[in-house]
């Protein structure tokens, strides 16, 4: 009897763990109040930058080299949340001397990633018209405070690619 009392007790003590929990994302812990930068873009499953150059050795080597600079493929998100909306302005650099602007909405609810990109010039380089495809073609996002993933089809490509994205600053 005594057992079975404690073990009552216990059940109801953990009710509260259960209750408090919710099926959305913190959208705003997520995007805002940081500089998200570009790791690599490659097709959903992978862990390797996609091969955009073929053969071209040297505009790989030109594109990777942007990819390492300070201040090359940043995106800021900023915005306001209602319930499990946010929506804003997006600002930052594609390489450089070619800034990036725009508005971007995210739900938590469903992850579903929408950005309208305004200002953003690629200089023919392959990875920054990806980059800028990505972001513009963006249709979900995963991931947490520390990392960002956002998930896109390219135009008439039936395969998803995923941005991989992490924290410069905070």
Not at 47 to 70: I, P, Q, T, V
Not at 127 to 137: D, I, M, P, S, T
Request: hydrophobic letters at 35%.
């Amino acid at each position: 009897m005594k057992k079975s009392i404690f073990q009552i007790i216990g059940l109801l003590l953990l009710l509260p763990l259960f209750s408090g929990c919710n099926d959305s994302d913190d959208v705003a812990a997520i995007f805002t109040g940081k500089t998200w930068k570009l790791n690599y873009i490659t097709v959903d499953g992978g862990h390797e930058m996609f091969d955009f150059w073929g053969k071209n050795e040297a505009e790989k080597k030109k594109s990777m080299d942007e990819l390492k600079k300070n201040g090359t493929y940043n995106v800021i998100f900023e915005g306001t949340t209602e319930d499990d909306l946010i929506k804003g302005n997006i600002r930052g650099s594609v390489i450089t001397s070619y800034p990036l602007a725009g508005t971007w909405s995210a739900n938590g609810k469903d992850n579903k990633f929408k950005a309208n990109i305004t200002e953003g010039k690629d200089g023919g380089d392959k990875l920054a018209k990806n980059f800028l495809e990505g972001l513009k073609n963006a249709t979900s996002y995963e991931g947490d405070s520390k990392n960002l993933y956002l998930l896109y089809k390219p135009t008439g490509n039936q395969q998803t690619f995923r941005m991989v994205f992490y924290v410069v600053n905070q």
